[in-house]
């Protein structure tokens, strides 16, 4: 399972940099719900206007 709230913050900081991510892990670890609170936090945040589609 992915520590989530390691992700996050590695990804945050990849997003402050304005850098590129990549998200790779075996299936049903929690990639699309790290995603999902990736974006409500954004949202939350005001900072970013995150939109989720698939």
Excluded at 5 to 12: D, E, P
Excluded at 13 to 20: G, N, V
């Amino acid at each position: 399972m992915l520590d989530p709230l390691r992700n996050q913050s590695v990804i945050f900081d990849f997003i402050e940099k304005e850098e590129y991510f990549a998200i790779h892990a075996p299936r049903q670890t929690g990639k699309t719900t790290l995603l999902h609170e990736l974006a409500h936090r954004l949202n939350k945040e005001g900072n970013y206007i995150s939109v989720v589609f698939s």
